[in-house]
């Protein structure tokens, strides 16, 4: 292969690259957006290059990590990927694995959700990172962040550390052309630092009085990390910026449209921890420093020069959430008017976003798909219980939030355990408050098996509902254990929920079609009798597992169900559909003052007929 071959591809297609090309042998995730697409990648190129790597989709972060540093420890190049919740998970063989020796190579992939947009609170896996001194990598580009990735590996290959690769979900997702080279031939010169120009850096144009070791603890670390052989830095500036990651690829953007180039220097940061000691000279040349970096104040804390360095900590920077164009711009706007340095030739149309303000967009928010089999199990919790505690999980099925059946989420797994606290703190004064949890299936592997099992042992008293589509829907289809396929698509064994939930000793189990919401209904006050008059030692949870496949992943496999929906037909406008189903192809048309159906959305599930009290089934419909 010539090293002119291109291709368009993602960050996180980028990052697999870089990997396989560094000579990666093992790789070990759990899906989670914003990282999902790097196992995909890894296996697609594994193939173009007829390579031997081992890729697999674990059943959690904490096994994936285990996994790849199984490998790592008797030598081979491994990596594990997850999202920065994911690292919580990991987070005991997290701190086991930094002190323990490994002969091969280690690099830990992890995505950090600034906002969060698909995640249930932002973390900085910087942060955490710089903490327990391990290395830490912050690309700031899709075609970055697979320089990075071969540049960790080989690092780690050759000091014999693990490393971090933290990406975000702008780099993950972002477009680039990239540049294929042969395994093992790329050249990675992390361009970092400040230019000449001063603006981004190409490493040792001009820094001077390089620091022994930047107070960093690990000294060896810190030294040959330090690779570059910088004596002078020319610039001294009244403002200049340290940014990291998207941040800086964007406050790049800004400096070029206000024209301040040659007046605001800017130095980028990839080698989060440690940092380059350079870093501190160019806070010391400078007047004040801006730090632009997601989401924590890592470096802000790290080059902290009383008012001198500003960023988060002093609310210039918003305290939380993704730093976007606008917000960037509007910081660096607002410095370089109060500094008297506005010298702009650049100025944006803001005649679409002034337009875009005249019209009224409907809200919509959040939904599960029209036709998902989950909202079918929502409903008929809150119909068979509406008194009842839903503890709930994350997931797709999170949405369920918005039929009022789930009450709480926390984390993978959290809901089951949560059910469990509930039942002890309202069955302490006697009375039976119904539970009634929800999980689903990949997440009921992920983190649900443990709390269920404790509370078998512990005998809780509530329902737990499975929600089975026969995929991880949320991050993109992933196989769970339940699936008998291995992440590159071979028929492996399957391990049944139902079989784990019988192996626990739980008697009441039923499995049942969600779409059929009156038998649902009926089993679950069947479970709640139960749960009531278990009054012997030996109570237990109740479970229901609904069975149905996700409607994507099954596109195509089945035929609806009705060949039309006249919901319109007999409708008095109660809206109690759309209340309480919230299916995203229900829309009450005002001039009729009655119900009709989106058939672009719809998908003739029948469901919402079920629902109507106004509607039944009718005789010749079902097919
Ligand atoms: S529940 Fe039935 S009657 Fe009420 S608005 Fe919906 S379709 Fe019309
Ligand atoms: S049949 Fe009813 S519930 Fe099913 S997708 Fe169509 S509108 Fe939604």
């Known amino acids: 292969m010539k090293d002119v071959n291109m291709e368009v591809m993602i960050g996180n297609y980028s990052i697999a690259r870089g990997l396989v090309e560094a000579g990666l042998e093992l790789a070990a995730a759990y899906p989670g957006t914003p990282s999902s697409e790097i196992i995909p990648g890894i296996i697609e190129f594994n193939k173009r290059e007829h390579g031997h790597i081992h890729a697999e989709w674990s059943t959690n972060e904490r096994c994936a990590l285990e996994v790849a540093f199984g490998a790592a420890s008797i030598g081979r190049k491994a990596a594990c990927m997850m999202k920065q919740v ?11 694995a930094r002190r323990k020796k490994i002969k091969g190579g280690l690099v830990i992939i992890c995505c950090d959700d600034p906002g969060p947009q698909s995640s249930q609170t932002e973390q900085d896996t910087r942060l955490i990172a710089t903490l327990l001194n391990i290395p830490v990598l912050d690309p700031s580009s899709a075609k970055e962040a697979g320089d990075v990735a071969y540049y960790a590996m080989e690092y780690s290959y050759e000091h014999k550390v693990p490393v971090i690769v933290r990406s975000t979900h702008r780099v993950s997702h972002a477009r680039e052309n990239i540049t294929l080279y042969q395994i093992g031939t790329r050249k990675v010169a992390l361009n970092e630092g400040i230019g000449e120009a001063g603006v981004k850096g190409s490493r040792g144009q001009g820094v001077k009085g390089k620091r022994e070791n930047g ?61 380059d000691p350079d870093i501190y000279d160019f806070v010391d040349n400078a007047g004040r420093v801006l730090v632009l970096e997601e989401t924590d104040s890592v470096l802000e804390a790290m080059i902290h020069r ?10 210039y920077v918003p305290g939380a959430g993704e730093l976007t164009y606008d917000i960037i711009r509007g910081i660096i ?67 369920g939030i918005s039929m009022g059946a789930v009450d709480t989420c926390i984390d993978m797994g959290g809901g089951v355990n949560l059910a469990s606290g509930f039942y002890n703190a309202c069955n302490q004064d006697e009375t039976f408050t119904p539970i009634i ?6 997440t009921f592997f992920h983190a649900g098996l443990e709390p269920l099992y404790d509370a078998t042992k512990t005998g809780k008293r509530f329902i737990l509902v499975i929600m089975d589509n026969s995929t991880t829907a949320m991050t993109g289809m992933q196989p769970t254990p339940q699936t008998g396929m291995t992440a590159d698509g071979v028929k492996t064994h399957s391990i049944k929920i139902e079989d784990m939930v019988r192996g626990f000793g739980i008697d009441f189990l039923k499995i049942i079609d969600p779409y059929s919401i009156p038998l649902m209904v009926e089993t679950i006050r069947e479970a709640h009798a139960y749960l009531v008059l278990d009054n012997h030692s030996a109570h ?57 159906v989106d058939e672009g959305l719809c998908t003739r599930c029948g469901m919402c007929l079920l629902v109507c009290a106004m509607k039944r089934p009718r005789k010749g419909q079902n097919k």
């Open 86 to 96: 994911g690292l919580n998970v990991a987070f005991p063989s997290f701190l086991g």
């Open 215 to 275: 107070g960093h603890p690990n000294h060896s670390i810190t030294q040959s990390l330090n690779h570059s052989s910088a004596s002078s830095y020319p610039l001294s500036a009244k403002f200049g910026i340290v940014a990291s990651g998207m941040s800086f690829s964007i406050a790049m953007d800004v400096i070029f449209e206000l024209n301040l180039t040659q007046r605001i220097p800017i130095y980028k940061v990839i080698k989060v921890n440690p940092v």
């Open 306 to 315: 009383g008012n001198k360095v500003f960023g988060r900590r002093n609310g």
């Open 333 to 399: 706007e607002q410095i370089v008017e109060e500094m008297g340095m506005e010298e702009r030739t650049f100025f944006p149309d803001y005649s679409i976003e002034e337009a875009l303000k005249e019209i009224r967009f409907p809200p919509r928010p959040p939904r599960l798909c029209a036709g998902c089999p989950h909202r079918a199990s929502f409903f008929a919790m809150r119909y068979a219980s509406p008194e009842a505690i839903f503890p709930g999980d994350i997931g797709c099925y999170t949405l």
């Open 437 to 442: 949890a929800s999980i689903g299936d990949s």
């Open 540 to 596: 237990k949870p109740a479970v229901i597992i609904a069975r149905r496949e996700c409607l994507l992943s099954a596109k195509g496999k089945h035929e609806a169900l009705l060949d039309t929906i006249n919901i319109e037909q007999d409708c008095i406008g109660c809206k109690s559909c759309i209340k309480l189903f919230d299916c995203p192809a229900l829309i009450f048309n005002d001039e009729k003052r009655k119900v009709t």
